[in-house]
C-alpha cells in the first residue's frame, strides 16, 4: 500500500470521526452531565490524534491532544460542562475540519489555533472567565495530571461501576496484558495498532501506563488496561497475537470477584509506590499460551478466583463488514451493466423473433440473473440520506445561536437510501430550505410566548420511501406562510402585478417563494434578505426530475415536501411511438393511461381539455410538440392518453400508440446538445434505436 492509500484512508476516517464528534457535543449539550457521551467523545478524539500524529500532522494532534486534556477533566469529574467550553469545543471541531479539508486539498494541514488553544489551556487552568453561576469543581494542574497517573491501574469510582455493570450485564471484561518485543523499533505504533484492534470491537475502561505515556513511548515492553467486549480470550488473544512484533498477550476474564480483588490489590500496590515516591507496576499476571487462564489474584497470593462466565449473555453486537469503494469504480460498474441490460434487451427480441425453445429458455435464464445482478448493482449505490443529514443538527444549532432563538431539529428516517447521485446534490437545496424554516419559519422566544406557543420552537427533518421515490419534509411549528406579505413583496419587486396576485390562489401564492430573486426579508443578513435560495432550490430539484412543494397554515407552521426519484440511472418507464418516433416516459410520473374520443375532448380558452375524475385536465399533443411529421392525431376518431402528475397537478399527453413497459438507461444527451425542453435524457433500445426520455415536470406549470 503505498502513503496514497493511507492519506485516503486517514482523510475518510479523520471525516467520519469529526463527524462523530460533532454529533455527540450536540447530544451533550442536551444533557452535559451525561458521562457515558464524554467517554465516546474522548475515544473519537483520542483516536483521531493518534492518527493524526501516525501521519505526521503535527498541528492537528497538538489541537486535539489539548481538547482531550479538557475531557479529561470531565470525565473524572474534575469540570462541569458549560457554554463557554461547548462554544471552544466546536470552534476546535470547525477547526479541524478546515484542517482535514485543507489535507484533502494537498495541503499540510497546518492553521494558527493559537486563540482557541489558549482558550482550551485556561479551562485546563480553571481561570477561563465562567458565565452565571457554573464553576469548575477543581483547577488541575499538570502536576496534579501526573501525580494522577501514578498510580497505575486503579480504577476510579467511576470506572469500576463501568466495569461491574457490564459484567451484570452480561458483557465479557478482561484484563489484559501485552508485551512488545524488545526488537521493535515502532513501539508507540505497535501499541496503536493494538488499542485500534480492540476499539473495533469493545471499549477500553483504563490503561496503564498512560495512553498520553504510550504515545511518546515513555513506556518499556509492556502495558495493561481493562477491556469490554463480547469477545472470547481464545479470540482476542489470536487477534492481538497476529500484530507484528507482539511477543506476548496475557489475557483473562474477570467475574465480579475476581474484579474486586483486582481492583484492591492494584490499590494498595498504587498506595505503596506513592508513598515511596517511586513509579508503580501493575500486578504481574503469567499466563502460558497453553494454559488455562487464572486470575490475576494469584500473583499476590490471594486466593484464586476463578474467573465465571456471565449468567445472562446479552447479544453479540453485530459488526458491518464493510469495505470503502472509490465512487469512480461504482460508476464504471452501472456503465458496464447498462451496456449489458442494453444487449440482454436486445436479445430477447432476437429470441422471440427466432422461436427457438432452447434459445428462448437461456434468454430467459439471463434475464433472471442480470435482474438480480441489476438490483445487487443498484443497491451497491444507494447510501443513507443520513450521509446528508447528520452535518444539519450542528448547523442548525449554530444558526439557532446566531439568531438567539430556541429550537430542537428532530430528525426521523435517516436511514432512508437513496441513489448516490441524488444525495450528492441534494445538501445544498436541503441546507436553503432549513436556514429558510429557522429564520423565516420559527419566530423568536418573546413572539412564540406572547402567541402560547413553547418557547422552544421545532423543525422536523424527515425522510420516507414511497413508490419509486423518496420524499423528504422540513416541517416547522413556527408562524407559517403570510400571504399577503408575500404577494405584496413580489409586487413591490416586480414580479407579478396586482390584478395577477389577487387572482390568486393560496397554493399558488405559496410557490412565489420559489421566483428568482424573490425574499421578505426586511433587512439583510448572512441568513437571508439576498433574494437568493428558494429559486435555487426550485431549480435544483426540478433538474433531478423531482418536485418541491409547500403546505403551510398562518400562525401554525410550514411543511416543505421535496420528492424525488430513488436513482438517476436505471428508471421503469412506458414506452410509447409517435409516428415512426419512440420515447420513454417515467412510470414514477405516470398515473393511468386512457383512451378518448374526439368528443370528449373540450376547447377551454383556445386548449383542449378532457374530463378526469370530476375534473378537467389539460390536453397536450405530443406530435405537435415534437413536430412529428408522420403522424396527425387530428385525423384520428380516438387518442390514446398519459395522465400524468407534478405534485397535486394532472395534464394528458396524446400518443399515438403504447408499446409497453420497460427497463431503461439513463444517456445524458451530452454538452454539444442544447437543453431541450420537455427532454431529459435518451435511451439505447434493443434494437439499436434511440429514444428521448420525456420529463413530464415541464408540461406541468
Known sequence: MDMNQYLNMFIDESNDHLQSLNEKMLQLESNPTDLSIVQVIFRSAHTLKGMAATMGFEDLASLTHQMENVLDLVRNNKLAMQEFIFDTFFKGLDALESMVQNITEGGDGKADVSSIVASLQSIVRGDFQKSGTDTVTEAVTPKKAADSESVGLVLDQFQYSVLEQSISEGHRVHYIQVTISSESQLKAARAFMVF?????????????????????????????????????????????????????????QLDQESLKQMSEVNAGVAETAVAQEAPVAPVAVQQSAASQPQSPTAASGAKPAEAKAPVTKAAAPTHNRTIRVDIERLDVL?????????????????????????????????????????????????VPVDTVFNRFPRMVRDLAKSLDKKLDLVITGADTEMDRTVIDEIGDPLVHLLRNSVDHGIEPVATRIAAGKPETGTVHLRAFHSGNNVFIEIEDDGSGINREKVLKSAISKGIMTEEQAAAMTDEEAHQVLFAPGFSTAEVISDVSGRGVGLDVVKSKITSLGGNVTIHSVLGKGTNFSVQLPLTLSIIAAMMIQIGSEKYAIPLSSIVETAIVKRTQIRSVHGNKMIAFRESHIPLISLSQLFEVPDFNEDEEEETEVVVIRKGDRLAALSVQDFLGQSEIVLKNL??????????????????????????????IK
Not at 471499549?203 to 469490554?228: G, H, T
Not at 454539444?672 to 420529463?695: E, K, R, W
Open 196 to 252: 485500534n484492534t480492540l476499539e473495533n470491537t469493545g471499549e477500553i475502561v483504563k490503561a496503564y501506563p498512560s495512553v498520553q505515556d504510550i504515545e511518546q513511548e515513555k513506556f518499556e515492553q509492556n502495558f495493561s488496561l481493562y477491556y469490554i467486549t463480547q469477545k472470547e480470550v481464545g479470540e482476542l488473544e489470536k487477534e492481538i497475537g497476529s500484530i507484528s512484533e507482539i511477543e506476548s498477550v496475557s489475557v483473562v
Open 334 to 382: 452501472m456503465n458496464l451493466f447498462s451496456e449489458l441490460l442494453i444487449d440482454r434487451v436486445r436479445l430477447e427480441q432476437l429470441a422471440s423473433e427466432a422461436s427457438n425453445p432452447a434459445l428462448t429458455e437461456t434468454v430467459e435464464h439471463m434475464s433472471r440473473v442480470s435482474s438480480d445482478l441489476q438490483n445487487v448493482v443498484l443497491k451497491l449505490r444507494m
Open 670 to 699: 451530452g454538452k454539444y446538445l442544447p437543453n431541450i425542453q420537455g427532454i431529459s435524457g435518451a435511451t439505447i433500445l434493443g434494437d439499436g434505436q434511440v429514444a428521448l426520455i420525456i420529463d413530464p415536470n415541464v408540461f
